[in-house]
């Protein structure tokens, strides 16, 4: 008799749940701002909008009612994780102080580390082109003019 065993949907969905919620809440953590919230309807809409790009991983945003991220990645290690650290690595681009990015891009970092965000969804997909696509939804939504993310 031969058995085989095969991880499960359900563990395979706790993982990547872990992958993508710990770094984020991590960050949050590090400038006092409440841990988010795993989502199911966030998953379910992240997941749709992640099929909707499977065809050419394109990090073009879905213009839904939540705050997004999006990133892409190249390769079997690309993990959730590479995903967060790509966005909380703009931390070094935020200035506090004028409450403004400088040098390049920081609203992926803003939006992880938002105060008022408090439910997150995220999913993960491999395209037709051998890329990855990632995608994690936040609400409320971030990055509001004029406002400090924390």
């Known amino acids: 008799m031969v058995l085989f065993i095969i991880p499960s949907l359900a563990h ?3 993982a990547l749940r872990r992958d993508f919620l710990i770094p984020q809440n991590k ?10 919230i795993w989502n199911k309807t966030l998953v379910d809409y992240a997941r749709g909008y992640a099929y909707q790009r499977i065809r050419d991983c394109s990090l073009q945003h879905s213009e839904g009612p939540f705050g997004e991220n999006l990133a892409v990645g190249y ?3 690309f993990t959730a994780t590479d995903a967060i650290d790509m966005w909380v690595g703009e931390k070094l681009y935020y200035d506090y102080e ?3 990015c400088f040098g390049d891009e920081c609203l992926h970092y803003t939006q992880v580390v938002w105060r008022d965000s408090i439910n997150v969804g995220c999913a993960k997909v491999i395209c037709y082109n051998d890329w990855w696509f ?5 609400d409320p939504p971030g990055n509001y ?3 400090r993310p924390y």
Not at 27 to 36: K, S, T, Y
Not at 134 to 138: F, G, Q
């Open 12 to 14: 395979l969905s706790l």
């Open 27 to 36: 960050a949050r953590a590090e400038v006092g701002v409440q841990p988010l």
């Open 75 to 77: 390769g079997d290690q």
């Open 98 to 100: 004028s409450n403004s």
């Open 134 to 138: 990632a995608i994690c939804n936040y």
């Open 145 to 147: 003019d004029g406002q």
